[in-house]
């Protein structure tokens, strides 16, 4: 018998549908493994695939595509240690989320997953059927154990695993990113090498899938929760581990240990992220955004010039009659200290011509928010016409705050294809702008030093459609409006509690009116970067048509 085992690990970033190239990716690692002296080279869940699929896997033609670049993989993969990899799999008609372990040309075992998740982002019980709990698989001297993601969230699995005489967990996993989910992973994960008494390794992918972006961070624990191995967060990663076999069982040698950055620094990098994987995936070589001098605009150029780099960077100011000298002052500062393209473009005629086309049938009304939405209207028509030309991509740029009481206009502001802070509140969006300005790091594209000047984070905040317009006009100061919001939101609290924190309750009400109300404009929104467990779109789904409130 040996007594050491080389693990590689491939913290990797697949794209969902692109079956060839993620085979290629995982080639690659197992090429890297093999040079290397691996005995076993290991992907993440449902990498081969790409993840979330959702109802792409209910697809007949796309699970025999699966199945058939599997094999070539497979063969592809003969000489050399085993290759792990994830990959739906369908068995007498029904559909797994499966773990294959590839060997001398074929498959040498083959593990379902148990536990499907169904919550949050997760509807895997709609798409996977539930898979058997198996036991370990021998590689070399090494007796594995794979619980896929959820299964590791239980006991049962895993203690099943260690009863059946597994060595090692090998937890292959697609999480993605939400504030603070590292420590609950890592939290759990510990907990089962306590319960077992087993070295653990957690591997995780990366990169931006939609809304989702899987932020890696995989690590590796010795029993009761001795951290051997950390990997990075977002960086794509190979690591090769190396287990020696003790008098206790099979040890973890101590590797590299990354340090993880701050919250707010991985808010931003998760956004920049997810844009920047949005348009590799989807196509877009570029971007363009509305710049209007306010803070949220400012920080969506910041975020593009980082994900892209600022040569793909457009600005566009529209300037109304409303616009004041500031604001055109402040943009034109954005866009030099981001070093980015800004062109002007006024909606003055366009914006006569439909009021000149309106006036009879608007004849002895008074004007008012109808006037205001032709404005935002206009610069989304605008926007839409430069993107058609160009083939950049437009950004929208509203916050989660004013997503969540309807402050936005459909068709408006809210065009776009994109929204990279659609899940940040507007208060922590300042924080973030701070940040940014007080820190650069090797992986953002835009240049150092304030990118979001200063002048526009201490303005007070303002939409510009009518003469001396500020938002807390309309809404409570966002400093208030936030954490009501995050109560009735984020928490699910009733208006008794929110009430009970100190809060008036007609504003509690009006606020909690104005969530139900503003649901059919979310649902037409563009997507954007999950940053919480609360996000608007699958981690919120909620009737349009809803005339329920809280009687409490």
């Not at 566009?316 to 030099?336: I, Q």
């Not at 366009?350 to 049938?361: C, E, M, Q, S, T």
């Not at 240049?447 to 979001?452: I, K, T």
Request: glycine share 10%.
């Amino acid at each position: 018998m040996t007594d050491r085992f080389r693990l590689t690990l491939g913290q990797q970033n697949p794209t969902v549908g692109d079956l060839d190239g993620n085979a290629d990716k995982a080639l690659a690692v197992w090429r890297e493994g093999r040079a290397a002296g691996a005995d076993m080279v290991a992907l993440p869940e449902m990498f081969l695939s790409g993840y979330q699929v959702q109802d792409l896997v209910l697809k007949p033609a796309f699970t025999a595509h699966c199945r058939a670049v599997l094999e070539r993989l497979a063969r592809d993969a003969a000489d050399g240690p085993a290759l792990g990899i994830g990959a739906p799999w369908v068995e007498a008609g029904v559909i797994f989320n499966a773990y294959h372990v590839l060997k001398d040309g074929e498959v040498a075992a083959r593990v379902f997953k148990h536990h499907r998740p169904n919550y949050n982002v997760f509807d895997e019980v709609r798409t996977f059927a539930e898979g058997p709990v198996a036991g370990p698989y021998r590689i070399g001297d090494m007796r594995i154990g794979t619980p896929i993601c959820e299964d590791a969230w239980y006991p049962d699995v895993t203690e099943t695993l260690a009863e059946t005489g597994a060595e090692l967990l090998l937890v292959p996993n697609g999480s993605p990113y939400r504030r603070g989910k590292f420590d609950v992973r890592m939290s759990l994960m510990v907990a089962r090498t306590v319960e077992t008494g087993l070295p653990l390794v957690y591997l995780n992918m990366t990169g931006g899938q939609d809304d989702q972006i899987f932020d890696g961070g995989s690590f590796v624990l010795n029993p009761h929760g001795d951290l051997a191995v950390q990997l990075p967060l977002f960086d794509d990663a190979v690591a090769h581990v190396d287990f020696e076999r003790t008098d206790g069982g099979w040890r973890a040698a101590a590797g590299a240990r990354a340090v993880h950055p701050g919250d707010l620094e991985q808010d931003y990098r998760a956004m920049v992220t997810g844009l920047r994987d949005y348009c590799a995936k989807t196509g877009f070589a570029s971007v363009l955004l509305g710049l209007s001098g306010g803070v949220d605009s400012a920080l969506v150029a910041a975020i593009a010039a980082d994900a892209l780099g600022p040569d793909a960077l457009r600005c566009v100011m529209l300037p109304s009659e409303y616009t004041s000298d500031a604001s055109l002052h402040d943009a034109a500062l954005c866009a030099r200290a981001l070093g980015c393209r800004l062109d002007e473009v006024s909606i003055e005629g366009p914006r006569k011509a439909v009021g000149d086309a309106l006036a009879d049938l608007f004849a002895g009304t008074e004007p008012g928010l109808t006037e205001e939405n032709i404005q935002s209207r206009l610069r989304g028509l605008t926007l839409m016409a430069i993107s058609n030309k160009t083939g950049a991509m437009l950004l929208t740029t509203g916050n989660k705050s004013e997503a969540a009481v309807g402050y936005a206009t459909i068709y408006g502001d809210m065009a776009g294809g994109y929204n990279p802070v659609k899940d940040l509140w507007k208060t922590r969006l300042f924080d973030v702008c701070r940040w940014r300005n007080a820190h650069h790091r090797g992986w953002m594209k835009g240049p150092a030093g304030e990118v979001v000047p200063q002048r526009i984070i201490d303005k007070p905040p303002s939409a510009e459609l009518r003469p001396d317009q500020r938002d807390d006009d309309s809404l409570p100061p966002y400093d208030v409006l936030d954490a009501i919001l995050h109560q009735l939101v984020d928490l699910d609290a009733s208006v008794a509690d929110v009430v009970a924190l100190g809060f008036d309750r007609d504003l509690v009400e009006r606020v909690e009116h104005l969530v139900y109300t503003s649901e059919y404009k979310r649902f037409q929104s563009a997507p954007g970067a999950r940053l919480t467990q609360r996000a608007f779109w699958l981690d919120r789904r909620y009737p349009i048509a809803n005339r329920w409130r809280d009687p409490s």
